[in-house]
């Protein structure tokens, strides 16, 4: 069973920061890509970020530049480093070992104009 949890959402201003982190349980963490996805209400949820075991990132382009995805294999633990944040990046964070069927419950950041 893997469990994921998402921690250090909250509301911001436009211009602000944010990190969110992942926690993972299970074994699986170190040798899997893990991913950021993001969603609104009434839209589909769309992917954010990804990074390979071995630390290998990709962006969405609306947040590349912005956000930063990073993980912690000892810690198993994964993080987005949000900056620069816009009223557009409002949205519910889900974390997901990529490919799977394991999603965390979702955590909101809400920024504000």
């Known amino acids: 069973q893997v469990r994921l949890v998402e921690s250090g959402g909250g509301l911001v201003q436009a211009g602000e920061s944010l990190r969110l982190s992942c926690a993972a349980s299970?074994?699986?963490?170190?040798?899997?890509?893990m991913a950021w996805y993001r969603q609104v209400p009434g839209k589909q949820r769309e992917l954010v970020a990804t990074?390979?075991?071995?630390?290998?990132?990709d962006y969405a382009g609306v947040v590349k530049d912005r956000f930063t995805i990073s993980r912690d294999n000892a810690k198993n633990t994964m993080y987005l480093q949000m900056n620069s944040l816009k009223p557009e990046d409002t949205a519910v964070y889900y974390c997901?070992?990529?490919?799977?069927?394991?999603w965390g419950q979702g955590i909101q950041v809400t920024v504000s104009s």
């Open positions: 299970g074994s699986i963490f170190r040798f899997n890509a």
């Open positions: 997901r070992v990529a490919t799977s069927v394991w």
């Open positions: 990074i390979t075991p071995g630390g290998i990132t």
